[in-house]
Structures are given as structure tokens and as C-alpha cells.
């Protein structure tokens, strides 16, 4: 008998494992902005999903619907149709506080204007997002440290921002971004506000995280940095197109 059920398993063709759930799913998105009379409809049917691991750039001209894009993704505002899981859970069903302590936990946010508190010194910066977790400050300290090491700026973790180049700015809000290892990191234009030296500066740490293993979606309008990504999204008038689509609106 004992032969028997072991013929039968041999027979049986290998299980195979269910394919990962993406990291991020959209489906059928529309967002809609309402001003008196005046409708615009800055998202419409976006189908989108990206799996962990992932370098995704976000490409389109100006007001095609980017950043309303990424912050949809970032929990900062919601759709006003479609759906969207974040994790294999439907975003729509989160209650305001399960929202908030989903950003907090899961997404890193890395601005074109760095969004760093004037008054606070580089390493309180970095320890925001720590903070709202409710981690101590003896479980802080290393996490902070660790993440500037990574950015290459934790000779500057006293000083204040505005000691900064721009470029240092944009390491300390990457720093900012990873140091709470996020699920993913969100990207709003990362090199806009930085001359073409630190631009190509921030984009080399993007690369090493990724190369590292940190899911990245990026949205940019220039093309040179679009390129450094494993795939690009095509956004035009709030719909995703091809490339060939995107070539030609441009």
C-alpha cells in the first residue's frame, strides 16, 4: 500500500506556486477634480499593477495626470471610481487612521522639493516617520544612523537644512524615505529642483536601492531618467498608452 501511494505521488505533476499577488494593483482608476461648474478628469481607466522588486518610471508630459497618479498610490488622496489593493488588501476599505498608519509603514515619499522641517537638524528629518511609529528613541537612533550612512550624509546629521546644497537636501529626503524600510518608494519628480550633476547624483542612489532590492515608481518627465528604470508607464491626458502612443502626443 505504502508502494502504492508512492507511485500515485510520482504520477501526480508537481505543484506549482500560485504566482505573487502584486505589490500594487489598480483597476479601471478614474479620478475626477470638480471646480464649480468645471470637470477635470485627470485619471481615466488607469489599469496598473506593480510587483515587489520593481523599478517602474511614470512618463508624460506636464498635466497628463502623474502626480495625481503617485499620490493616489501614496494613500494621499483617493479615486473617485476603480479600485485599488495595496499588499493583496483593498485600499478602499481602510478606515482614515488604517490609511494613515498603512503610509506610514508601507510607502517612503521622496518629493521634488524635499519637504525637509527648516528647524530640525538632518537626523531629526530622518527620524520623522520613526516617530509616528511609536519606535523609542534608543530604537531610533540606529535606524537613522544606518540610513544616512547609506546616502553618504552622516557627517551632516547635526547640521540644519538649510546648510545644504540641494543636492544633500535630496539625499537626506531619500534617507527620510528608506529609513523605515518601506515596501515601496515613491517618487515625484526626484531631480526636478537639482541641477544636471546632483540629478544624475540622486538617480545613482536610486539604482543602488533598487540593485539592493527596494521597489521603486518614479514619476519623471525626462526621458534620460525614465531610461534608468526597468519599465515605463506612458501617461497622456490621464490614460496609459504605448510608447508608440506617447512618441506621437509628443
Known sequence: MTAGLAATATDQAPATAAAPAPLIRLRQVTKVFYAEDVETHA?????????????????????CGKSTLLSILGL?????????WLQGEAVE???????????????GFIFQSFNLIGDLTVAENVELPLTYRGLTPAARRPLVAAALERVDMAYRAKHLPGQLSGGQQQRVAVARAVVGSPSILLC???????????????????????????????????????????????????????????????
Open 43 to 63: 485619471l481615466a481607466a488607469v489599469d496598473l499593477e506593480i510587483q515587489a522588486g520593481e523599478y517602474v518610471a511614470v512618463a508624460g508630459p506636464s498635466g
Open 76 to 84: 494621499l488622496d483617493t479615486p473617485t471610481s476603480g479600485q485599488y
Open 93 to 107: 476599505a481602510l478606515t482614515f487612521k488604517a490609511r494613515a498608519r498603512a503610509r506610514n509603514r508601507a510607502i
Open 188 to 250: 515625484d519628480e526626484p531631480t526636478g529642483n537639482l541641477d544636471s550633476k546632483n540629478g544624475a547624483m540622486v538617480m545613482d542612489l536610486l539604482q543602488g536601492l533598487h540593485a539592493e532590492g527596494a521597489t521603486i515608481c518614479m514619476v519623471t518627465h525626462d526621458p534620460r531618467y525614465a531610461d534608468r528604470a526597468k519599465r515605463t508607464i506612458h501617461l497622456f491626458d490621464g490614460k496609459v498608452v504605448d510608447g508608440a502612443e506617447a512618441a506621437a502626443s509628443g
